[in-house]
């Protein structure tokens, strides 16, 4: 088991041709784990360039520890700003996208999706994020994120200690199906059970604590599992 880090990360391709792009500066609530799903991603142009040009031409460092998930975004706007002001916009991956010069992360949700997403909670707060961010190729991050506000507005919230959805009022856990994982991820899953949890977690695109509650909820069952409903 690993120690989460959560913070501000860095990429820098290191053997980039003088014309092109060499920093991508980006946030997550569990830095080691993000930095592993940019390595066999393919939705953002980092992700692809990684891919093409081989892991080993790139460096990955921490530029900053966040201790609160809501400073993330503006402590990564610091940074991609330091980046592009010492170096020059021109090398930065958030800035050069080719396939989407609109939006410095592919990845991240635009306003008619996020709206979308907001309706699908608000019909049924109880939704596999998992199931969505299929549905949407997002990072499930983000669809905790959308969900965040609508939670809390419904009575619930995240327990850190706890690691799930608790009512707001008792803390009591919740009979929850947010976290219930696709028969993709289970398939992906069961074909790769030996590897290491970490790896596992990065390979399902799933969170740890997800991946421990599946494992637990599998054996109990005696190997059956519903798996979330697709949307």
């Given at each position: 088991?690993?120690?989460?880090?959560?913070?501000?990360y860095?990429?820098?391709?290191?053997?980039?041709?003088?014309?092109s792009?060499?920093?991508?500066?980006?946030?997550a609530?569990?830095?080691?784990?993000?930095?592993?799903?940019?390595c066999?991603?393919?939705?953002?142009?980092?992700?692809?360039?990684?891919?093409?040009?081989?892991?080993?031409?790139?460096?990955?460092?921490?530029?900053?520890?966040v201790?609160?998930?809501?400073?993330?975004?503006s402590?990564?706007?610091?940074?991609?700003?330091?980046?592009?002001?010492?170096?020059g916009n021109?090398?930065?991956?958030?800035?050069?996208?080719?396939?989407?010069?609109?939006?410095?992360?592919?990845?991240?949700?635009?306003?008619k999706?996020?709206?979308?997403i907001?309706?699908?909670f608000?019909?049924?707060i109880?939704?596999?994020?998992?199931s969505?961010?299929?549905?949407?190729n997002?990072?499930?991050?983000?669809?905790?994120?959308?969900r965040?506000?609508?939670?809390?507005?419904?009575?619930?919230?995240?327990?850190?200690?706890?690691?799930?959805?608790?009512?707001?009022?008792?803390?009591?856990?919740?009979?929850?199906?947010?976290?219930r994982?696709?028969?993709?991820?289970?398939?992906?899953?069961?074909?790769?059970?030996?590897?290491?949890?970490?790896?596992l977690?990065i390979?399902?695109?799933?969170?740890?604590?997800?991946?421990?509650?599946?494992?637990?909820?599998?054996?109990?069952?005696?190997n059956n599992?519903?798996v979330?409903?697709?949307?």
């Amino acid at each position: 088991m690993y120690n989460i880090l959560q913070g501000i990360y860095l990429i820098e391709n290191v053997n980039a041709r003088d014309d092109s792009p060499r920093f991508y500066v980006g946030k997550a609530i569990d830095i080691f784990q993000r930095l592993n799903q940019h390595c066999i991603g393919s939705t953002q142009y980092i992700d692809k360039t990684i891919v093409k040009e081989g892991v080993t031409n790139f460096l990955f460092s921490v530029l900053e520890v966040v201790k609160k998930e809501e400073d993330l975004v503006s402590r990564e706007n610091y940074w991609i700003k330091s980046y592009g002001k010492k170096y020059g916009n021109e090398k930065l991956y958030n800035i050069k996208l080719p396939e989407n010069k609109n939006n410095l992360n592919p990845t991240k949700p635009d306003l008619k999706t996020k709206k979308e997403i907001e309706k699908l909670f608000q019909k049924d707060i109880n939704r596999s994020i998992y199931s969505i961010a299929e549905k949407y190729n997002l990072d499930w991050n983000e669809i905790v994120k959308i969900r965040k506000p609508i939670l809390k507005q419904q009575g619930y919230k995240w327990n850190k200690k706890k690691r799930c959805i608790v009512d707001s009022n008792d803390n009591k856990p919740e009979k929850w199906n947010g976290g219930r994982i696709t028969q993709k991820q289970l398939d992906y899953i069961l074909a790769n059970f030996d590897k290491e949890p970490k790896d596992l977690s990065i390979g399902s695109k799933m969170s740890p604590s997800d991946l421990n509650l599946f494992k637990e909820e599998y054996k109990n069952s005696g190997n059956n599992y519903n798996v979330a409903p697709i949307i």
